[in-house]
Each structure stands twice: as structure tokens, then as C-alpha cells.
């Protein structure tokens, strides 16, 4: 079994021999996987010669379960494509179908939706960060980002109702305003946060074992970012200043200043550093947005009966940055009251499917899951 030299990292072995090289399968139930998929590897040693990553574990039918129901009805779904990060699927549901039936959101309904996308997306990155971390033998920092992600979970459920699934995002805005004292509330955690990380460097990014296990580990060239369609930490980990949210600016991302996170080297180092740097941009964003939250006006457009809704005939293709990378909804409607089509695309199909595949040779066993974990593969994303 050999593979084409061209699309690996430099020296990295081309082929498998049957008498020297064992094959481990790795998953679909196991620590060192990110979720319900499994490896297929072949190894000399502790060195990795060829990868193959194997799927099908997990496949709820998302995208069929959405065509099969009213509209109002799929936020319960989509929501469950990503667990840590729930409110970008949402969001590009709305706005998919707003944009066929020309409905518009009111300003404050954008501003609770930027809020939540944010909000949503800083405790995905904390979670990486964690994940990166403890997939090192790191433990000390999960414990410290699983408290930090739960502040956040606290304000949701204060906001939405709901922790860790939301269902905040409906057609036409969301589904409630924000309560007295939030703003001051958030503040509160946004500080808890800053006031960890320094702690959190010390551990991780000075840490001789966390440098010694990410720097020069699992590779991305950057001719491979435009050429497999690579997307957030993972590109901007190859110093490509990529975002959804400045590059084709949707909700209020384009009257808010942020600048979009990057890092030389394309390793694990440098993905965990640009989610270090994400961590700051959010809470930047998340304050931009307190601080010009219009108090007075509607949070959702006048809406017709929801069970009775019949959108034009038409289709539509959006997206949004969301901590892995580009999420993007394409949904297509026939005039009934269901959606005809909707196909989910994230980042980590390619990510953990293509790319994963073209990293691990040459690499060394117990690599291999710092590598998964610096994706944040997500397989019920990639099983939609």
C-alpha cells in the first residue's frame, strides 16, 4: 500500500510493508478519539506509516431529519450537529431561510444573535484549549477551562434558558430579550476568564513538555489551505489571516473591530496559540457588544403562523466562522412548508477526513490525538 509522496510532509514514509508493519485499529470507543469514529493505522515502532480515518459510527441523518419537518421545528436538530458550539448551526439555519422568505431581523434581534455567537464560540475555544492541553497529560488545565466554560454555560442558561443546547436563535430574530443586570453579570465572567489565563500560559505555553509535544508536530503547509479547503485555527495556524466574520461580514461582525488571530508554523503550537488569541478577540467582541446593545426596540420580527409557514421556491448558500472553522448551510425550498433540501458542510469532514490522513505519516503513535484534538474534530458534525 503506497501513498502518492507529493501530498505528504516532507520525508515522511510513501509505503506500507505487510512484514514489517502492524495494523491497530484505534476507536470507535476510545480515550484518545475525539468522539464516535476510529483510526485505521499501520505502524513500525511507534512510527506512524499510513492513516486511514473511518466514519459511519455516528450517522443520525440531520440533514433528512431537517427536510422532513416544518421549519420551526429543526432548531431542536441542528443545535445537536455541535454539542460545544450549538448556536452558529442555528444561526445559518435563520438566516438560510430568512433569506428565502425576505424576512428581516430587527437591530436588536442582530445584536442578541452576534451576542450568542460569540458567547458561544469563546466557550468552544476554552474547551480546545483545555482539550489540547489534557490530550499532553496536561490535566491541571481542563479542570481550569471546564470551570471557565461552565461561567459561560451559566449565562446562557440565564439568557436562553438553556445550557449547554439553546434554541435562542428563531426566524425573524430570537426567542426572549436580554435580562436586568446581564450586562454586569457577563462582565463578571469575562474578568473570571482574563484573570485565569495568565495561569493557564504558565502551565501550557511555557511549559517545556506542552512545547516539546506541539512544536513541529502535525504540519500543515500552508499550499494546503487553499488546495483541501483548510479553514479557521488551522489555517490561520499557517500565518493566513482567514474569517467568515471580517472577510464576508454577517450579523454586526462589520461594526465591530477585532482583529483575526494568526501564528507561523502550522503546528500544534501555533493552532493552540491562535485559540489563545481568539480567547482575547472574543472577549473583546463580547464587550464591543454590551457596550452598544440597544435597550429599546423589538428582539424578533412580526411572524406568521409558524406551523402554517410556506417559504418561496428559491435557494441559498450562507456561512459563518465558528471556532473550528467555516460553517456553511446551502438550503434549497420548493413553496410547502418544509425545507427541499439542506446540506451541512463543516470543517472538520476535511479537517479530520483528508487532512488528518495526510499528517500522520511519519509521525510517532501517541501523537496522534494532540494532532485530532488540535483540529477540534467534531464527528457529529461530520456525521449530518
Known amino acids: 500500500m503506497t501513498t502518492d509522496p507529493s501530498n505528504l510532509v516532507e520525508g515522511a514514509p510513501t509505503e506500507v510493508n505487510p512484514e514489517k508493519d502492524v495494523q491497530l485499529w484505534i476507536g470507535p470507543q476510545h480515550p484518545g478519539i475525539t468522539g464516535n469514529m476510529s483510526m485505521q493505522i499501520w505502524v513500525r515502532g511507534d512510527e506512524i506509516r499510513l492513516g486511514r480515518t473511518h466514519i459511519g459510527y455516528l450517522h443520525r441523518g440531520f440533514e433528512k431529519l431537517i427536510e422532513r419537518r416544518k421549519f420551526i421545528q429543526a432548531f431542536p436538530i441542528v443545535c445537536r450537529i455541535c454539542v460545544p458550539e450549538p448556536d452558529t448551526n442555528e444561526y445559518l439555519l435563520a438566516a438560510s431561510i430568512e433569506e428565502l422568505a425576505g424576512l428581516e431581523v430587527p437591530e436588536k434581534g442582530l445584536w442578541l444573535r452576534t451576542l450568542v455567537m460569540e458567547m458561544s464560540r469563546l466557550a468552544a475555544t476554552i474547551q480546545a484549549l483545555g482539550g489540547q492541553a489534557g490530550s499532553m497529560g496536561l490535566g491541571l488545565v481542563p479542570n481550569w477551562t471546564y470551570t ?28 426572549r430579550d436580554m435580562p436586568d443586570g446581564f450586562k454586569e453579570r457577563l462582565e463578571e465572567t469575562l474578568k473570571l476568564i482574563e484573570k485565569r489565563l495568565p495561569a493557564i500560559d504558565n502551565v501550557v505555553f511555557d511549559n517545556a513538555v506542552f512545547q516539546k509535544r506541539a512544536v513541529g508536530i502535525g504540519v500543515v503547509k500552508p499550499e494546503w489551505v487553499d488546495e483541501m479547503g483548510i479553514s479557521g485555527p488551522t489555517a490561520r495556524g499557517c500565518g493566513l489571516p482567514r474569517d467568515i466574520r471580517r472577510d464576508f461580514p454577517y450579523l454586526k461582525y462589520g461594526e465591530i473591530d477585532f482583529d483575526v488571530t494568526t501564528h507561523e508554523g502550522g503546528d500544534i503550537f501555533a493552532r493552540s496559540m491562535v485559540r489563545r488569541g481568539d480567547i482575547v478577540e472574543s472577549i473583546k467582541i463580547i464587550r464591543q457588544i454590551l457596550a452598544r446593545f440597544p435597550m429599546q426596540g423589538r428582539f424578533c420580527a412580526k411572524l406568521p403562523n409558524m406551523l402554517h409557514w410556506e417559504v418561496p421556491k428559491g435557494q441559498t448558500f450562507v456561512r459563518a466562522e465558528a471556532s473550528r472553522g467555516e460553517m456553511s448551510y446551502y438550503a434549497a425550498t420548493d413553496g410547502s412548508d418544509k425545507a427541499r433540501r439542506v446540506h451541512v458542510r463543516g470543517p472538520s469532514y476535511v479537517h479530520a477526513m483528508s487532512l488528518l490522513e495526510r499528517m500522520l505519516p511519519g509521525t510517532i503513535y501517541s501523537d496522534m490525538t494532540p494532532m485530532m484534538v488540535s483540529m477540534q474534530t467534531c464527528p457529529p458534525e461530520i456525521e449530518r
Do not use: K, Q
Not at 451559566?154 to 438553556?162: P, R, W, Y
Open 148 to 175: 471557565l466554560r461552565d461561567y459561560i454555560l451559566d449565562a446562557f442558561e440565564e439568557l436562553t434558558g438553556g445550557r449547554v443546547y439553546h434554541m435562542y436563535t428563531v426566524f425573524g430574530g430570537v426567542r
